[in-house]
């Protein structure tokens, strides 16, 4: 009965998938049918330039290029594969760093008053004027490109993480705080036992947007690091020739989008299996 159960809710999810999909597909294919009869200038002109239909671009997947290039789906499938490591380092490393930042403002106000503004303040300065500056500094230091733009990743993902830990430290039930004090708990055993187990909540919350903002750091941070092997040297290259293979373009940022929903599930499935575990007055 269980296994049933769960099987009907899975196909209830593929089916409400599918009709979204088919709801945006038919969105899409509507308004561009009425900008391109009723030729519409606002918000912009539509046209098969602004707008190719979608089947042109799932099209474009599984064409050539060009004569000398492989289908542009095997093409895409390399790019996103290297990105995807660029942002799952990336992705690491600022997880790791912001709960490490998270963890030290919730035990200190003295670090929460006087760090706090300068950690909200990093994420007011644009990433494309911290790419080329990192890019420089790591390359003088012979750094590889790619884990430059693993840092540069990085950049965007350790900001929620440490705004969620620090709410969710902060969120521990005071009474069972006072209990583990009561009996000598040191700061640690608080941390591990009461506060991280607690903030998981939070946590999760904060690493699916950081999951997604890693794919976006990667593929901003190839440009300045010249990677042309990366999903952002196939925007550019792509972009180059918009006006005349505009689907090429659209194809790559649908590669792009499905690695961002790839790194999205993973920290569901995480979530799923991470918070059951966890103690059930946390769960």
């Avoid at 999909?21 to 539509?46: D, I, K, S, T």
């Avoid at 000598?184 to 903002?213: D, E, H, M, N, Q």
């Avoid at 990667?218 to 990677?227: F, H, N, T, V, Y």
């Avoid at 499935?269 to 059930?280: C, D, G, S, T």
Wanted: hydrophobic share 55%.
């Amino acid at each position: 009965m269980v296994r049933a159960a769960g099987v009907g809710q899975g196909a209830r999810r593929a089916g409400l998938l599918l009709l979204v999909l088919a709801v945006l597909w038919g969105a899409w294919e509507g308004f561009r049918a009425l900008g391109v009869h009723y030729h519409w200038q606002h918000p912009f002109p539509v046209d098969s330039t602004s707008m190719p239909h979608i089947h042109d671009m799932l099209r474009a997947l599984f064409e050539h290029p060009n004569a000398a290039s492989p289908l542009l789906i095997v093409t895409l499938l390399k790019a996103a594969a290297f990105t995807a490591k660029e942002a799952a380092l990336g992705f690491a490393m600022g997880t790791v760093g912001g709960f490490v930042i998270g963890a030290a403002l919730a035990h200190s106000r003295m670090l929460q008053r006087g760090f706090l503004p300068y950690v909200v303040a990093s994420q007011t300065v644009p990433i494309l004027a911290i790419a080329p500056m990192v890019v420089i500094w790591f390359g003088s230091q012979h750094v590889t490109a790619w884990v430059s733009v693993a840092v540069i990743a990085s950049y965007l993902t350790f900001f929620p993480v440490a705004i969620a830990t620090l709410r969710g430290l902060h969120a521990a039930d005071h009474r069972a705080l006072e209990l583990m004090r009561s009996y000598a708990a040191g700061t640690w055993t608080v941390l591990w036992k009461l506060r991280f187990p607690t903030a998981l909540p939070y946590l999760f919350s904060a690493l699916k947007i950081s999951a997604t903002a890693s794919i976006v750091g990667a593929i901003i941070g190839e440009s300045p690091s010249s990677i042309q092997g990366g999903l952002g040297g196939a925007i550019l290259n792509f972009a180059q020739y918009y006006t005349f293979q505009p689907q090429n373009l659209w194809a790559t940022n649908l590669i792009a989008a499905l690695l961002g929903i790839a790194f999205f599930l993973v920290v569901v499935l995480a979530e799923k299996i991470v918070v059951r575990a966890a103690p059930e007055n946390v769960a």
